[in-house]
């Protein structure tokens, strides 16, 4: 069954440094998405990406955050000064239109 | 906010019983997805049900959509041990600049053995 990459698994960033996530969403899908998870706590919306611009975009994803598709098929997230409080999981899913999302595994973000 | 918001936030049964999780939500949506995290891990989709669809089944598991009430209910039959994990709705509005997805905070549910 066709799945969602993410890699890495488990980063570990000094704070104020840049981070990239990176995600192999499956190859026929259109949309792509990352949300983030706060430990214990809900699944945020962050972006979501189609014909390769921002479609919608929430109130978290500020200034510090970007997205990108370079090659036609990763799709990563960039922080560009991590925070303390950007600890978190962050997960990258991709979808048809009208179909359920398919997340990936998550990359657990730990910001010192 | 189009978020789904479920209760209870936390259920525990035992082995065997069913296991009832509501979801209720503020907008018109295209669809609803359940999902389910086992602890510290990523997100599985369980079952979307569309906004004129009123109940839908995949195996153990019953969804109920009522749009008038903007609810929905995730019914698993004969629990088990392993259906232990957390359990999010997803209200998905659709469209092209609303393609996006908002959970709710998620049941917590423990099935003893």
């Known amino acids: 069954e066709p799945e969602v990459t993410q890699t890495p698994s488990h980063q570990v960033t000094q704070m104020g440094q840049e981070v990239i996530l990176r995600c192999v969403p499956i190859?026929?899908?259109?949309?792509f998405y990352w949300y983030r998870q706060i430990l214990g706590q809900k699944v945020e919306f962050l972006v979501s990406?189609?014909?390769?611009?921002?479609?919608?975009k929430s109130e978290i994803f500020d200034d510090q955050f970007s997205v990108e598709r370079p090659d036609g098929s990763n799709f990563t997230l960039k922080i560009r000064s991590t925070k303390l409080e950007d600890s978190a999981m962050y997960f990258c899913?991709?979808?048809?239109?009208?179909?359920?999302?398919?997340f990936g595994s998550g990359t657990r973000l730990t910001v010192v | 906010s189009q978020q789904g918001e479920e209760d209870p936030q936390a259920l525990s049964i035992q082995e065997g019983e069913n296991a009832t999780m509501n979801c209720s939500y503020k907008t018109s949506i295209n669809n609803l997805q359940w999902y389910r995290q086992n602890s510290g891990r990523g997100l599985v989709h369980l079952i979307l049900?569309?906004?004129?669809?009123r109940e839908k089944h995949s195996g153990r598991l019953r969804v109920t959509l009522d749009t008038s009430k903007k609810s929905s209910s995730l019914l698993i039959t004969a629990s088990r041990a392993a259906d232990t994990a957390s359990y999010f709705c997803a209200t998905h509005r659709g469209g092209y600049n609303n393609n996006d997805m908002r959970f709710g905070a998620g049941t917590r549910l423990t099935v003893k053995p």
């Open positions: 049900i569309r906004s004129n669809e």
């Open positions: 190859s026929n899908h259109l949309y």
């Open positions: 990406f189609y014909n390769n611009e921002i479609s919608e």
């Open positions: 899913a991709s979808s048809d239109r009208g179909s359920g999302y398919t």
